[in-house]
């Protein structure tokens, strides 16, 4: 009976301590919209949905769209919760654009992170198989380190040839530094197409202090099993904290748009899981 209670004291006390600066933590620089967070957030250089407005903005200008995307992550143990919702526009302009809106909460009382964000995101071609895009956001977040209040930029590029893929995005830039919003920068490759099947990596480092770069990996892929369902699976592994995450998602598909549910767990470090899910409208 002592056992029992001392182990639940400590699960209470180890809850307790769960910060957003935290490494992993739910937070929107380690959370992606549901298809790339399903691939373990190999996805910068695919890109193809309203995704582009968190991974790469380049993307936008890929495919012609008009899509509506509202997204919700919840993760009751850490705890965290998310609303994102994004709009994106490439069918009707020269230059294809997206607006995305976030809303987050992470962490214990004593560490948590909570606000919102806006960002309007940008893309066009600049040669043959080649897209140059950027984001210019506005972050509002209570954070163990004070408010934030900042305007920041993105910028990305991706270049396509046949079924390969490769994309380089900095995020985060600023004149200053940003509580939890590090500057970092990524490089990515990817193989397939959005109608049969998808292979990815990513590679990115956290570049907020250049003495101590911290490097993150991930590798995913997904499979069209028909023209209506879409199987996807990534890891995740962060060199510096030692941790690896496993993800696991489907996406149902139709004429008029999609629905997509994923689940992500920790399973090397602290133990940790949230799923997410997404509904997206397809205007045109």
């Known amino acids: 009976m002592r056992r029992t209670l001392l182990l639940l004291l400590s699960a209470g006390t180890a809850m307790a301590d769960n910060r957003v600066q935290d490494p992993g933590s739910p937070w929107p620089t ?4 549901p298809r790339a967070t399903a691939m373990g957030g190999a996805h910068a250089a695919i890109a193809t949905g309203n995704d582009a407005l968190v991974v790469n903005p380049a ?3 890929q495919v012609r769209r008009y899509h509506f995307e509202l997204d919700g992550m919840y993760d009751s143990r850490f705890p965290a919760q998310a609303v994102l919702a994004s709009l994106v526009d490439s069918a009707s302009a020269p230059v294809a654009s997206g607006l995305l809106w976030s809303r987050w909460a992470s962490g214990q009382p004593s560490g948590r992170g909570e606000g919102w964000s806006l960002g309007l995101g940008y893309s066009g071609p600049i040669g043959q198989g080649l897209y140059l895009g950027g984001e210019t956001k506005y972050l509002r977040y209570h954070t163990p ?4 209040k900042k305007w920041a930029q993105d910028a990305g590029v991706l270049g396509r040839r046949g079924n390969f893929s490769w994309a380089a995005v900095v995020q985060n830039i600023s004149t200053d530094k940003i509580a939890t919003f590090p500057l970092t920068a990524v490089g990515a490759l990817a193989w397939g197409t959005d109608t049969d099947w998808h292979l990815a990596f990513d590679y990115r480092a956290d570049l907020s202090d ?3 770069v911290k490097s993150k990996a991930a590798l995913g892929g997904e499979l ?3 023209e209506a369902l879409a199987l996807r699976g990534g890891a995740t592994w962060d060199a ?4 690896w995450w496993l993800s696991a998602g489907i996406g149902i598909l139709t004429e008029k ?3 997509q549910v994923v689940w992500r767990r920790r399973i090397e470090g602290p133990y940790d899981q949230f799923f997410e899910g997404g509904l997206t ?3 045109e």
Do not use: Q
């Open 30 to 33: 380690t959370v992606d919209t």
């Open 59 to 61: 993307g936008l200008a």
């Open 145 to 148: 380190d004070g408010l934030v």
């Open 210 to 212: 250049s003495n101590n």
């Open 224 to 226: 069209l099993v028909s």
């Open 240 to 243: 510096t904290a030692r941790h």
């Open 257 to 259: 748009g999609g629905l």
């Open 281 to 283: 409208i397809f205007l």
